[in-house]
């Protein structure tokens, strides 16, 4: 009797694999759960700051107000031009450190939409960031950017929303300073909105894409404080958890993803309709190296040896003719540096700057990899896509060519055990997970990297994070 209950379980469960079986998945009714909570707009509410990843903040001339990101119209920075390729790198030169190579460059807010000409009297919009602030007008947060602008009208209500838009380029940890200003910011507007006095404690929730989960976690644990310039880290006094109630990560490569170091070897040529980023430009970027994965999870390997590639010594880049290093390199190099006059001169230069941003992406991760807590009343959560096949580890041909020879589930651009900041990637299973970063929520998504946000598993589990879970 109980062999032919079992078969028939089973034979159910073949059966309902079948097409005629599927049925659509359901959906929870979010306006019927948040209406209530979404209007209770009271002193109570926390406010929260969006932070998007690289790519996803506007950038533009502060002088001559030229778009360098964030609109491929006519008139924009165009990187298969001269003069817009010196527009979109950051500046280079031997001796001065990372921090004072600055250029025109700000980023005057998130973007929630990419703008692109197709012919001269059509263009296109691709959604980028809009979805997380669509989720959190679900939420009913008022944006500050849209109030100031007159774009919505509030009503006199106070801003409960605030963008921070960066310079995607710069080092992570510069980035986390102004984070602190924008913070700053958006505790003064509360303050003046609720009529608080101005020392009155104001915590945020942070929801942050990607880098911007990086950007964060730095200003968590240092605060304001930069890396310092003789190699060493700052004091972990966790500076920054003190004005952060909920940080929230969606899809961030805490371990790093090979696709970084890829597109710094081969650039990035999006399609016909964009220009074409080619190595030496992005090479220039110091944030786009701190982007990479670990050498101790042995995530690139030598095809010929089996051993990983120590991918952050200069000489690895000069050997296989990458990036900043490569043999085709000087095209380039001739329209950022139009000043200098010969190859081997620029060549210089640009070593020079390779040296320096795969330095500072090092001291970056020591500092993120510490291991160590958050203290109390401050939560750490992160959402991870796993459903999607992911370049996990590159091979190294003996011509420097990059080959993908595994693929571990993640969300198409960074890995499920990246995300996590799994220790154990490299070295072989071990019970547990072994991350520094001590998570209290993890939650598993199963959409794409830029899909994660638009989610209704996402949208529904983040608006229970802000509106539902109880204020320490």
């Known amino acids: 009797m109980r062999s032919n209950m079992v078969l028939v379980v089973v034979l159910g469960l073949v059966v309902c694999v079948l097409p005629s079986c ?233 371990a790093g993803s090979v696709r970084a170091l890829d597109q710094l070897v081969r650039g990035v040529n999006l399609n016909p309709l964009f220009p074409n980023y080619r190595p030496a430009i992005l090479g220039t970027m110091p944030s786009i190296y701190q982007l990479m994965p670990r050498t101790r999870h042995g995530v690139v390997i030598d095809t010929q040896t089996g051993k990983p590639v120590d991918f952050y010594d200069v000489n690895t880049w000069q050997r296989y003719g990458w990036g900043l290093a490569g043999p085709g390199a000087d095209r380039v190099l001739r329209w950022l540096l139009p000043e200098v006059e010969t190859e081997a001169q620029r060549r210089e230069i640009a070593l020079d700057h390779l040296a320096k941003s795969l330095a500072r992406a090092e001291q970056l991760h020591r500092a993120l990899d510490l291991p160590a807590s958050p203290p109390p009343g401050t939560k750490l959560c992160v959402f991870i896509g796993d459903a999607e096949p992911t370049d996990a580890v590159l091979g190294v041909l003996p011509d420097g060519r990059l080959r993908v020879l595994e693929k571990h589930p993640g969300d198409g651009t960074v890995t499920r055990a990246s995300a996590l900041m799994d220790e154990r990637l490299g070295r072989g299973y071990s019970v547990g997970l072994d991350s520094p970063i001590s998570w209290d929520r993890v939650q598993f998504i199963n959409a794409n990297h830029i899909d994660l946000t638009r989610s209704p598993d996402f949208v529904n589990n983040l608006l229970y994070l802000l509106l539902e879970t109880p204020i320490p």
């Not at 890396?227 to 929230?248: C, H, M, Q, T, Y």
């Open 22 to 254: 599927a049925v659509k998945p359901r959906m929870a009714d979010l306006a019927a759960i948040y209406n209530t909570p979404a209007q209770n707009i009271g002193e109570q509410r926390t406010p929260v700051v969006v932070i998007p990843g690289i790519l996803g903040s506007r950038i533009e001339n502060q002088k001559t107000g030229r778009k360098i990101w964030g609109a491929f119209t006519y008139g924009a920075a165009d990187a298969d031009k001269p003069d817009g390729a010196r527009e979109m790198a950051l500046p280079m030169a031997i001796g001065v450190p990372l921090k004072d190579l600055r250029d025109d460059g700000y980023s005057p807010g998130v973007l929630d939409y990419l703008v692109a000409n197709i012919t001269p009297f059509r263009r296109i919009r691709i959604g980028a960031y809009v979805d997380i602030l669509n989720t959190l007008a679900a939420g009913d947060y008022r944006d500050q950017e849209l109030g100031q602008s007159g774009a919505v009208d509030y009503g006199g209500l106070h801003y409960t929303c605030f963008q921070y838009g960066y310079d995607w380029r710069r080092d992570i940890a510069e980035n986390a300073a102004e984070l602190h200003e924008r913070i700053l910011d958006a505790q003064f507007q509360v303050r003046l909105g609720r009529n608080l006095s101005d020392d009155a404690p104001v915590r945020v929730d942070v929801v942050a894409h990607s880098m911007g989960g990086l950007v964060l976690r730095y200003y968590l644990r240092y605060g304001s404080a930069p890396l310092p310039e003789d190699g060493s880290l700052p004091d972990l006094n966790w500076a920054g958890a003190a004005n952060v109630r909920k940080a929230i990560l969606i899809g961030t490569p805490n």
